[in-house]
Each structure stands twice: as structure tokens, then as C-alpha cells.
T-cell receptor, first 113, second 111 residues
């Protein structure tokens, strides 16, 4: 099992460009999450999906959109990138109710110039 | 005020030392508590859950004080491989909502 995978690992964008971060998990988990991590801020939730077909905003959703394509895949889209979106983005998934452990992907390091 | 607060460190300790990290959380409705470990430029991974009665996993002991809204992690006999950032994490409810992370405490164990 690969666990949670993310692509790309690194990306540099210019202000105003768009891109989609991909995330997939092979653990048959229902819940999936997108976080961003900035120095001194901890991880902050952008969006989450409790199950296939549902998505909800987290703490910092502005400037982002998500798609829960199927049970395995949860993508994050930046429509018009801004320097404030320079960050490390982590995707995570969580198993069945009763288990609070979240499994994280390796992250995408994004720089917006 | 941040919902989960931690001393950022770094804590520089020699091998074999005992080190303790503290964390406070502001939301009294928080229900579940965890310590995650994050190595440099890697993803966070669950170290241990924290139970009301306190719990131990090898050299690691976690304690929770709900009245003071305080969580601690004690590492005994520190190893070089313990060098990492330790994230204090709380879950406000058992539903869909995600975890709330502290900004982490960095530990550097020195030979």
C-alpha cells in the first residue's frame, strides 16, 4: 500500500497562474483533508471531505477549490495563485469512525512569485 | 489567541536526557488529544493518543489535565532519532471536523 500520495512534490508558479494539486489514498478511507503549513502557524485546514460527493470549508478556504473525484482522490485547485499561497500543502485521510488517526501524504511545496 | 499553544523551542538536550513538552488548548469542548511527530521536511505522523488517565508507550508518556486544559509529553532517555518537531493536536468533536494543530515544539538531541 502506498498510503497517501501527492503530486507534484514541488511547484513554482507566477502570480495569477492556476494549478491543481492531486491527492490519492489507497486505504479505503472515507474522510480526506487538505491542510497548509506555514512557519510558526501549525497546520491549518483548507477543505475537507467526509465522504465521496461531499466537501466542506475549513479554516482558510479563500482562494481554493476542491473536488472529491471518487473515494480515492481529492484534488485542490488554486484558480489564481497569490504570493500569500506560498506554503507546504498536505493531504490527509482518516479511516472509519472511532479512529482519529489521520495519515498524511508527503506534501507539496508551492512557491508563488 | 491560538486554539492550541506550544512553546516553539528549540529544546537542545543531550542523549539520555529526559525532556518534557507542554501544550495548552483553549476550547473546553475538545474531546480527543494527540501528539504527532514531524521530521524535517516530512509529513506529520501520529506518535500517540492522549487519554485522561495518562498513557505510556515505551519511553514516551502523555498526560492530560482537562481542568487546566493542558497536555504534556515526556520523553525519557532521549535518542538522537527523537530529534523532530512534536505537534500537539486536539479534536473538537468526533464528527467530520479535522484536527487542530499546535505550531510544534522542536527537539534537537545532541550526542
Amino acid at each position: 500500500n502506498a498510503g497517501v500520495t501527492q503530486t507534484p512534490k514541488f511547484q513554482v508558479l507566477k502570480t495569477g497562474q492556476s494549478m491543481t494539486l492531486q491527492c490519492a489514498q489507497d486505504m479505503n478511507h472515507n474522510s480526506m483533508y487538505w491542510y497548509r503549513q506555514d512557519p510558526g502557524m501549525g497546520l491549518r485546514l483548507i477543505y475537507y471531505s467526509a465522504s465521496e460527493g461531499t466537501t466542506d470549508k475549513g479554516e482558510v478556504p479563500n482562494g481554493y477549490n476542491v473536488s472529491r473525484l471518487n473515494k480515492r482522490e481529492f484534488s485542490l485547485r488554486l484558480e489564481s495563485a497569490a504570493p500569500s499561497q506560498t506554503s507546504v500543502y498536505f493531504c490527509a485521510s482518516k479511516g472509519q469512525k472511532g479512529s482519529n488517526e489521520q495519515f498524511f501524504g508527503p506534501g507539496t511545496r508551492l512557491t508563488v512569485l | 489567541r491560538k486554539e492550541v499553544e506550544q512553546d516553539p523551542g528549540p529544546f537542545n538536550v543531550p542523549e539520555g536526557a529526559t525532556v518534557a513538552f507542554n501544550c495548552t488548548y483553549s476550547n473546553s469542548a475538545s474531546q480527543s488529544f494527540f501528539w504527532y511527530r514531524q521530521d524535517c521536511r516530512k509529513e506529520p505522523k501520529l506518535l500517540m493518543s492522549v487519554y485522561s488517565s495518562g498513557n505510556e508507550d515505551g519511553r514516551f508518556t502523555a498526560q492530560l489535565n482537562r481542568a487546566s486544559q493542558y497536555i504534556s509529553l515526556l520523553i525519557r532517555d532521549s535518542k538522537l532519532s527523537d530529534s523532530a518537531t512534536y505537534l500537539c493536536v486536539v479534536n473538537r468533536d468526533t464528527g467530520r471536523r479535522a484536527l487542530t494543530f499546535g505550531s510544534g515544539t522542536r527537539l534537537q538531541v545532541q550526542p
